[in-house]
């Protein structure tokens, strides 16, 4: 029986990043976006939250 070869998996740097929904709500405003799952993104959100 053959041995299972490893799964192939590519460097982050790579791969296509996924997306995400976000709905901040602050008073009567309420935003929507759909923002890649990356670190740019990641630093707006935590700007935006404070």
């Known amino acids: 029986m053959p041995a299972e070869a490893p799964p192939t ?3 982050t740097s790579l791969q ?6 976000v709905e901040i709500r602050r008073g009567s405003t309420s935003v929507q ?4 799952l990356d ?5 707006w959100l935590r700007e935006v939250l404070g």
Do not use: D, N
């Open 16 to 21: 296509a990043p996924g997306t995400g929904s």
């Open 39 to 43: 670190a740019r993104s990641a630093a």
């Open 33 to 36: 976006a759909e923002l890649p």
């Open 9 to 11: 998996v590519m460097p």
